[in-house]
């Protein structure tokens, strides 16, 4: 069984073997995690997404879909890039939510990726309240088989952010104060 560890840091400066990009549909960087994760990896990085809407999604990520590139000068081997539902165009449906992390972890065992790193995907400029989302990426990480997959890890960047993730692991039945293994 995978740990599970809550963390609050910069996503841009974990050693695992992937991180999550909560990108928007284009794959071409952004504001939020998604500007900070193409600063950080560099040039390779956008060219790598160019090539993945060319040829496997040249109408852009779906929403709840997610995809891999490799990680240019971040401290990781891939980036898994997800989509998260955007509550302010009307995209309300937790199961969009879900799927990002779902979708994320199935991507991440087709790869062999045994350490895997979560932002709180839609949170922030999408509108959805961290609450929320805390719940959502924890119970979709929990019940999904992992096989493979040594640690999955959540690092919310603020300390709000980072309350409402240990807060969501504890009512689902983790121990108290995160970063333990479940």
């Not at 809550?6 to 071409?28: E, F, K, P, W, Y």
């Not at 960087?29 to 500007?35: E, F, I, M, S, T």
């Not at 999408?126 to 609450?131: I, T």
């Amino acid at each position: 069984m995978a740990a599970i560890e809550i963390v609050q840091g910069d996503i841009t400066q974990q050693a695992v073997d992937a991180i999550v990009d909560a990108a928007n549909s284009s794959l071409m960087g952004g504001g939020g995690v998604d500007g900070a994760i193409h600063r950080a990896a560099g040039p390779t990085l956008r060219g790598e997404c160019r090539h993945v809407r060319a040829t496997e999604f040249p109408g852009g990520l779906p929403v709840g879909e997610a995809v891999a590139t490799g990680a240019g000068d971040l401290p990781c081997r891939y980036v898994i890039h997800t989509v998260g539902p955007n509550r302010h165009e009307g995209q309300i449906d937790p199961n969009l939510l879900g799927s990002c992390y779902t979708r994320c972890l199935d991507v991440a065992q087709e790869l062999g990726v045994r350490t895997i790193a979560f932002p709180a995907v839609s949170a922030g400029a999408y509108g959805w309240k961290v609450a929320d989302v805390a719940r959502i990426a924890l119970t979709r990480v929990l019940e999904h088989p992992k096989d493979g997959i040594d640690l999955v890890r959540f690092v919310p960047f603020d300390p709000t952010s980072y309350a409402a993730f240990v807060a969501a692991y504890e009512a689902l039945g983790g121990p108290a104060a995160g970063g333990e293994q479940r």
